[in-house]
């Protein structure tokens, strides 16, 4: 059953990135980039109202995609909280959603593993991530989910730069949503 998604959700979503995350000033990104502001969504799903905010926007998501994935997991540390806080509404809506986390190295111990949770080759899988710009990491954590087997469907972000992510990611075949944009938050690609 497809849902759309709640947009009394989203309207605090988005006034609480405009009043937590939006920092202003010169910032240099991941990307190695220089913005005229900065988004810290850890500021947001780092909170609990924002945590379960994200939570149950990225859920209500998924749900209105059709099946339920197996898994939803992105690159460490940024997808940590994301991921804690959908898996965390799953449960107690009492869907059967697991998580799993990418290290960007694998561990020099154990079992050296790149993807940790428990999730297993042939799943489907939806990427999350905290912020996007060019998609630069959000392609690494894609390509260490199918390296491992993960069959990858879409990737959903708290947050879009408008940065070029959406368009990076089209073309490796895998759609990006994302919650909030800089627009929703009076802000056009071009200032950034």
């Known amino acids: 059953m497809s849902t759309p998604p709640n947009t009394s959700v989203t309207r ?3 006034d609480l990135v405009g009043t ?7 910032f240099r990104l991941a990307s190695g980039r220089e913005a005229s502001f ?20 990225i ?3 998924l749900l209105s995609f059709g099946p339920l994935p ?18 965390t509404m799953a449960g107690v809506e009492g869907l059967p959603l697991k998580g799993f986390m990418v290290r960007k190295e694998a ?29 630069g990491s959000s392609l690494l954590a894609i390509d260490r989910a199918v390296e491992f087997g993960l069959v990858v469907e879409r990737l959903v972000a708290v947050i879009d730069r408008l940065a070029g992510a959406r368009e990076a990611l089209a073309a490796r075949g895998i759609p990006l949503e994302a919650l909030v944009t800089i627009r929703d938050l009076g802000i056009e690609p071009d200032a950034a």
Do not use: C, F, N
């Open 12 to 14: 605090q979503l988005v």
């Open 20 to 26: 937590r995350a939006l920092k202003r000033g010169t």
């Open 38 to 57: 900065y988004l810290d969504a850890k500021q947001v799903v780092l909170d609990s109202q924002g945590a379960m905010l994200v939570g149950r926007a």
């Open 59 to 61: 859920l209500e998501r």
């Open 70 to 87: 197996h898994a939803v997991g992105g690159m460490a540390i940024g997808a940590d909280p994301v991921t804690g806080a959908v898996v």
């Open 107 to 135: 561990k020099g111990h154990g079992l050296q593993k790149y993807i940790e949770g428990p999730v297993e080759p042939g799943q489907r899988v939806v990427i999350v991530e905290d912020v996007v710009t060019t998609g």
